[in-house]
Every structure is written in C-alpha cells, then in structure tokens.
C-alpha cells in the first residue's frame, strides 16, 4: 500500500499497450461492496480467498498489467500463478514514506489501528520474505510514478535475457 502500484501499472500498461486490471477493483465489482466493507463484514480469510480467486483468473489471461494488494503474496499459490505467465514486480518505500501518503488511512482495512506507522512497519516485515520473491524490486520512496515505471521498463530486457539463460542452462 501506497508505493504506487495503481498508478504505475497504469502508466505500465500504456507505455507497453497492455490492459491495466486492478484485482481490489474487481473484487469490488464483483462483490458490490468495498474491500473494507469485505473486511469488515466477511473478514481478511474470507476477502484473501476471493483475492486468489481473482488473482486465478487474471493470471491465465493475456497483455494484462495487474495490480494487486500488498497482501496478495501471501499465498503461495498467487505468486505461482502471477509468475506463470508473467513477471512479478514489487514496488517498495520506507514505512514512513508509506504513511506520509496513504494519509489516514481510513479505506485502509489493515490499518484501522491506534498506530498506524507501526502497523505498517509489522506488515512489511511480515511480508519481506513473500515480497523478496518478486522477479523485480522497485524502491519507489524518491521515485514519482512515471520514473519508475520507465525503470521497470528499462528492467524488462534484462530479465528476459536472464531468463533465456536459465532456460538454456547458463545461470
């Protein structure tokens, strides 16, 4: 939350004329309700199940750019199915750069807590281990969301030559 995925992916998905698809925001169309309201009503284990639902469904489809929520890679089974047809990107900042821009908070189910930053900071540190898992990293605390798209972008080569490596049993 609040590293820039929707608008990266957006801007992702324009430069490489892709299809942007945001899995909350399907969630919620599917649903008719928020994700807070999914929380709130249905609780975290009942919302991370229709988040691999949909995270199943998306990944099988093609020249899609998807956003998902930073809690989506809990899952093993969403990374696996994330990876199996393209590539994992995970945008990072610092806790406090985090809070400075999701401001209250308060569509923020996770963070409905007396303390916020350090909720943020249990959370990312909780997460490191699924989030290293990521086939790109981009710290995006000083990086508005043009240049880190353009990053990525400039990223995509490289892990392609990577992988062809791999695949031919050079690395």
């Known amino acids: 939350m609040g590293t820039g995925k929707t608008e990266v992916g957006k801007i992702l998905a324009k430069r490489l004329g892709l299809v942007f698809t945001d899995i909350d925001r399907l969630i919620e169309k599917e649903q008719g309700m ?7 009503e ?11 639902q949909a995270v199943r469904k998306v990944s099988g489809m093609k020249n899609l750019v998807i956003s998902t929520g930073g809690g989506a890679v809990l899952r093993e089974e969403n990374i696996a199915n994330l990876k199996s047809s393209g590539i994992l990107i995970c945008l990072t900042a610092s806790p406090e750069v985090i809070f400075r821009r999701i401001g209250s908070g308060k569509n923020r189910p996770l963070l409905q807590v007396p303390d916020a930053l350090r909720k943020i900071k249990e959370l990312l540190e909780s997460r490191r281990p699924y989030y290293e ?14 240049s880190a798209a353009e990053e ?3 990223a995509l080569p490289h892990l392609n ?4 490596g791999e695949k031919n049993g050079k690395c």
């Open 34 to 40: 928020s994700v807070s309201r999914i929380f709130e």
């Open 42 to 52: 249905r609780g975290e284990n009942a919302f991370r199940e229709l988040e691999a």
């Open 133 to 146: 898992k990521s086939d790109i990293v981009i710290k995006t605390d000083r990086m508005t969301p043009l």
């Open 152 to 154: 990525i972008i400039g």
């Open 161 to 164: 030559d990577a992988r062809a």
